[in-house]
């Protein structure tokens, strides 16, 4: 089963413009992470967050953590035509069991920048 | 350097017959893993390995399902009696060895896109 949503599920603006995508889950965490996904190819890792931590910058990337409302968003400033793809949030689950290491994604939010 | 490879990259299968797909994992990279992921939808785990064995399958939808690590390197995940229901992409990710309680951060494969007919 899939941990929660991204939301909005697609987004579309211009060359230049910011970008920002939420993400919401339902269990405690280790850390959050957000991945890039372009049509045909496999997952890309863009930035990690900490359940410790409340902001994050990268790059052009900056993302939030609330995990009082468990909940997540990651902003794409001056966003490029080369940025369009699905952005799919996972997270490390505090108590999965098991040993199990494997991450819970989102559904994905599909961006799309137009040029 | 080379990262995680998948072959094939496409496979159409009839119903019923049984598919093998295979993961290449980067370099002493101890962990490995299998998602699939439906079509608009994010990847669902699958299993995990760490080394050659395997320490979580509860992923694994039914018992059709059965994946392998023998020398803790390539891992092979087969698929016997295939549904339409199981058309989606497979994505192995592996990760490298890490101080416990450091995060993991998983590099995907670009993974095998299985179509059943």
């Known amino acids: 089963s899939q941990q929660g949503e991204e939301d909005p599920q697609a987004l579309s603006i211009q060359e230049g413009e910011n970008a920002t995508m939420n993400c919401s889950y339902k269990t405690s965490i280790n850390n959050l992470q957000w991945y890039r996904q372009n049509s045909g190819r496999g997952l890309v890792h863009l930035i990690l967050i900490r359940s410790n931590e409340r902001e994050k910058h990268s790059g052009r990337l900056r993302v939030t953590l609330d995990t009082s409302k468990k909940s997540s968003s990651l902003l794409i400033t001056a966003s490029r035509a080369a940025d369009t793809a699905s952005y799919f949030c996972?997270?490390?689950?505090?108590?999965?069991?098991?040993?199990?290491?494997?991450?819970?994604f989102g559904k994905g939010t599909h961006l799309i920048i137009q040029p | 350097g080379a990262g995680v490879s998948q072959s094939p990259r496409y496979k159409v299968a009839k119903r019923g017959q049984d598919v093998a797909l295979r993961c290449d994992p980067i370099?002493?990279?101890?962990?490995l893993f299998w998602y699939q992921q439906a079509l608009g939808q994010g990847p669902e785990f699958l299993t995990y390995f760490q080394n050659e064995a395997q320490l979580d399958k509860s992923g694994l939808p039914s018992d059709r399902f059965f994946a392998e690590r023998p020398e803790g390197s390539v891992s092979t995940l087969k698929i016997q009696r295939t549904q339409q229901e199981d058309s989606a992409v497979y994505l192995c990710a592996s990760s490298p060895p890490r101080p416990k309680r450091e995060p993991d951060t998983q590099y995907f494969g670009p993974g095998t896109r299985l179509t059943v007919l």
């Open positions: 996972a997270t490390d689950e505090m108590y999965s069991g098991g040993g199990a290491d494997g991450l819970t």
């Open positions: 370099s002493g990279h101890v962990s």
